[in-house]
């Protein structure tokens, strides 16, 4: 299939994730959330790396960790921004120690993880990788269609939810696990440093476009396709330009042209 047919591959199904949950995130008031774990996905590569393991191990666990961490420490899972504040710092100081580590460890010479950690290295995933990274994709997409209808009237009117008897803090804690597992995903393709462009600027032009649910999901996971393979294209035809950049180069420009309508 070849490197830029594993790079849509992975990314089409990255950005289907990104705009359903991104759509969720920008409603719940949850994006400061979603950067701190970024972050956290940086470090968690750098950790693994350091210890010698997979970077996706390190990515996983360490998101999926951190997200379950914020929904613990917040009331009805959502985490106040003093307290994403100090998780936040803390992470970004364990993630110049790992890099320090690895950099003492291997000569200085292990820039090159850093960098593609940052910035993503889409067009260097194999065949294998494209298709797991396509299968946890679509899982996600699978579980937040499972959560919608419950998660949007909790997010919406917390009170209202419980008197119906949904689990309100679960499905907040369900969802943050969710965002954890996309946000080490969505490092393969754009980088932990970029990743909340794609997971904000689509949804939030959403929801600047309309008011309906139903219609804004399917209008960020629109603009996230858009993004996504406008910017393989320009990565792929401007050899200066990371594609990671390029998309969400693209992301940013459509939401501010949602600004300007």
């Known amino acids: 299939m070849g490197f830029f047919g ?3 591959l992975a990314g089409s199904c990255i950005a289907v994730a990104s705009g359903l949950i991104g759509w969720f995130v920008v409603l719940r008031g949850q994006v400061f959330a979603g950067d701190a774990l970024s972050h956290v ?6 950790a ?7 970077l996706r ?4 666990l360490a998101t999926v960790l951190v997200a379950l961490l914020l929904a613990v420490l917040g009331s009805r899972a959502l985490a106040d921004d003093v307290t994403i504040g100090i998780v936040f710092v803390w992470v970004l100081g364990l993630g110049v120690l790992c890099l320090s580590l690895l950099n003492a460890g291997a000569g200085g010479a292990n820039g090159t993880i850093a960098a593609r950690t940052l910035f993503g290295s889409i067009f260097g995933l194999s065949a294998g990788a494209a298709r797991l990274a396509a299968l946890i994709a679509a899982g996600l997409v699978v579980a937040v269609l499972a959560l919608g209808r419950p998660l949007l009237l ?3 009117d917390a009170p209202l939810a419980g008197a119906r008897g949904l689990p ?13 597992v996309y946000a080490a995903e969505a490092t393969q393709a754009v980088g932990a440093l ?3 462009g794609l997971l904000a600027a689509p949804a939030g032009a959403a929801h600047r476009l309309t008011a309906s649910p139903y219609r804004g999901m399917a209008l960020a996971v629109g603009i996230a396709l858009l993004s996504m393979w406008s910017g393989l294209a320009l990565g792929y035809w401007i050899t200066a330009l990371p594609p990671g950049s390029a998309v969400i180069l693209v992301a940013s420009g459509c939401y501010a042209l949602t600004m300007v309508l």
């Open 168 to 180: 309100v803090r679960g499905l907040g804690v369900a969802f943050l696990a969710l965002l954890g």
């Open 48 to 54: 693994a790396a350091a210890a010698g393991l997979d």
């Open 6 to 8: 594993n790079a849509l």
């Open 41 to 46: 996905a940086f470090t968690g590569a750098l």
């Open 154 to 156: 909790a997010s919406i």
């Open 57 to 60: 191990t390190g990515l996983f």
């Open 194 to 196: 970029l990743l909340l």
